[in-house]
């Protein structure tokens, strides 16, 4: 069976003003558009943490180059802005709540932003986006005792499937990082799969709780993402021309190409059919 990387992106808040706390690991709408756009014109297949673990459990082919869109924490932005781009596209993606983060009945008071509330994860869920565990405060897990880390778990794992109606099977760790004691008791929770931080595509071998993604940041330029979801080759195609490189210039230029390979199709399809 194939082992092909699938690059799993990472993402937190889509904002155009965030703030201090999440600037960093934030990116514009404007971006977030572009980003999806840039899939979408690469022909990649958007699929969830779910139906690619599923896929590789199964060992049934995935669609053809598959990436996933992950979002952490629960961001308001991910319903104002990511949503509307989302669906623009008909793209799956995973969003993973730090239940006692999220506005309304579990407010613990630790997020970062404006967090989303449970209506509008309700509305992404309905909209096609797997809503997975990201703990309920959000600690390093791997910093607790065996029945805080458990209580961590369970309290997510909870709250999601009396939101939701169904229970969250997969997770993602806080801060990215795990143990082998998080990730049995994660497991021992009743999530099929969890999603670390690796700055590395996602292979069937590293296991289903080590799956490794990138990180899509604010200072992610078009070229960087590009790279991220495709590896140097297209990037290196564009080399000479150092304007094509810079800022979204790239992304323009790939949808150029992917358009003038369309035109060029329906000219074909046109001169067969007058045969
Ligand atoms: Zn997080």
Request: aromatic letters at 6%.
């Amino acid at each position: 069976m194939s082992d092909a990387p699938v690059p799993i992106l990472m993402y937190h808040s889509v904002a155009a003003v965030p703030n201090d706390a999440t600037r960093a690991l934030s990116v514009t709408p404007e971006a977030f558009a572009e980003q999806m756009a840039l899939i979408g014109d690469l022909g990649l297949t958007p699929v969830t943490t779910a139906d690619l673990a599923a896929h590789w459990r199964s060992g049934r082919p995935l669609p053809a180059r598959p990436v996933l869109v992950t979002f952490d924490d629960g961001y308001e932005g991910v319903h104002r802005h990511a949503l509307p781009v989302l669906a623009r596209h008909g793209f799956p993606a995973t969003l993973f709540v730090s239940t006692g983060w999220l506005r309304g009945a579990h407010d613990t008071g630790g997020g970062l932003d404006t967090m989303l509330d449970w209506g509008q994860v309700r509305a992404l869920a309905a909209a096609g986006v797997e809503i997975g565990g990201h703990s309920h405060t959000h600690p390093q897990l791997d910093q607790l005792g065996d029945d805080a880390l458990r209580t961590e778990l369970t309290r997510c794992t909870e709250i999601v499937a009396a939101e939701l109606g169904a229970r969250p099977v997969s997770f993602a760790y806080p801060y990215g990082y795990s143990s082998r004691r998080v990730r049995q008791a994660v497991r021992a929770a009743g999530y099929a799969q969890a999603l670390a931080v690796g700055n590395a595509l996602a292979r069937r071998r590293q296991g289903p709780y080590a799956l490794e993604r990138v990180t899509v940041r604010r200072t992610t330029g078009a070229e960087e993402f590009a790279r991220l979801l495709l590896g140097r080759a297209v990037t290196r195609a564009f080399a000479g021309d150092r304007a094509l490189t810079k800022g979204y210039a790239l992304v323009r230029r790939v949808r150029q190409v992917r358009q003038i390979r369309q035109v060029r199709q329906v000219r074909r399809k046109a001169i067969r059919s007058r045969v």
